[in-house]
């Protein structure tokens, strides 16, 4: 079977592969200060806890956009799992032309999400990805990463409200009932949450009135807040991951 793992800013998150389906996935916190000891064996103990061993883990392919845990990562799979994995990055197949100033500059995490919309939903198509930063790519109908827009993610903002203001507190992200706010919380979430679908209705509109599909841990919500979003897929990098791992096979 296939371990698929996408390396987050916030979170680890893996996906089972028995072929193309995926059989289970689960996620854990990414800390820069884990071992590889550390790494190898939180993923072995989940997945016995899923059902499955370490034995039947005979691949293991990588999306990583943090460098700086990957070589303990990577040794805590060749030591745990007795695999050598594939990381993402330049050089690997993955169908898809990076037509970009700078093609090495593009997150393999924007790539992976960019090969899985355009083999499952075709194109030309736009990916939203509402995660740690909040993305919006656009993919050709032939294939082509044209570009794409990069802005802080929910969280990010949040964190900027409630750290770096005196009376501002900690809140759920949530759409509130109403736009304007008799109280802070609300106001807040009102803010937050209905800024970024605002946002992402300019910028959608302002790319092409094409398909979109988004992914991200806070997907689900945006998209039943905005007719721009066309399909919400939570486990669009994960897919991703799989497409890319057979077409290195072929």
Same mark, same amino acid.
């Given at each position: 079977?296939?371990?698929a793992v996408?390396?987050? !800013?916030?979170n680890?998150?893996?996906?089972?592969?028995?072929?193309a389906?995926?059989?289970t996935?689960?996620?854990f916190?990414?800390?820069?200060?884990?071992?590889?000891?550390?790494?190898?064996?939180? #993923?072995?103990?989940?997945?016995?806890r899923k059902? %499955?061993s370490?034995?039947?883990?005979d *691949?293991?392919? #990588?999306?990583?956009v943090v460098?700086k845990?990957m070589?303990?990562?990577?040794?805590?799979?060749i030591?745990?799992l007795?695999? *050598?994995?594939i #990381?993402v990055?330049?050089?690997?197949?993955?169908?898809?032309?990076?037509?970009?100033?700078?093609p090495?500059e593009v997150?393999?995490?924007r790539?992976? &999400?960019?090969?899985?919309?355009?083999t499952?939903?075709g194109?030309?198509?736009?990916?939203?990805?509402y995660?740690?930063?909040t993305?919006? &790519?656009l993919?050709t109908?032939?294939?082509?990463f044209?570009?794409?827009v990069?802005s802080?993610g929910?969280?990010?903002s949040?964190n900027?409200?409630?750290n &770096?203001?005196a !009376?501002l507190?900690? #809140?759920?992200?949530?759409?509130?009932?109403?736009?304007?706010?008799k109280?802070?919380?609300?106001?807040m *979430?009102?803010g937050? %949450?209905?800024?970024t679908?605002g946002q992402?209705?300019?910028?959608i509109n302002?790319?092409?009135?094409?398909?979109?599909?988004?992914?991200?841990?806070?997907?689900?919500?945006?998209?039943?807040?905005?007719?721009?979003?066309?399909?919400? &897929?939570? !486990?669009?990098?994960?897919k991703?991951l799989q497409?890319? %791992?057979?077409k *290195?096979k072929k």
């Open positions: 079977m296939l371990l996408d390396v987050g !800013n916030t680890v998150t893996i996906g089972v592969f028995d072929g389906e995926m059989v996935r689960f996620h916190t990414v800390r820069i200060s884990r071992t590889s000891d550390e790494y190898g064996s939180t #993923i072995c103990e989940i997945l016995e059902g %499955f370490a034995d039947s883990i *691949q293991v392919i #990588i999306s990583s460098p845990i070589y303990s990562f990577s040794s805590g799979i030591k745990y007795g695999c *050598q994995p #990381i990055g330049a050089g690997i197949k993955t169908g898809i032309r990076i037509e970009t100033a700078n090495r997150g393999p995490d790539i992976v &999400d960019a090969v899985a919309a355009h499952l939903y194109g030309p198509i736009i990916v939203a990805d995660g740690t930063a993305t919006y &790519d993919i109908a032939e294939g082509a044209l570009g794409g990069i802080p929910v969280k990010i949040a900027a409200l409630w &770096d203001t !009376n507190p900690e #809140i759920e992200i949530k759409c509130p009932e109403h736009v304007v706010a109280d802070t919380i609300t106001a *979430q009102a937050l %949450f209905l800024g679908v992402s209705r300019y910028i302002k790319i092409k009135e094409i398909k979109v599909v988004a992914t991200g841990g806070l997907g689900k919500m945006i998209s039943d807040y905005t007719d721009e979003i066309d399909i919400y &897929d939570r !486990n669009l990098t994960l991703g497409i890319i %791992f057979d *290195q």
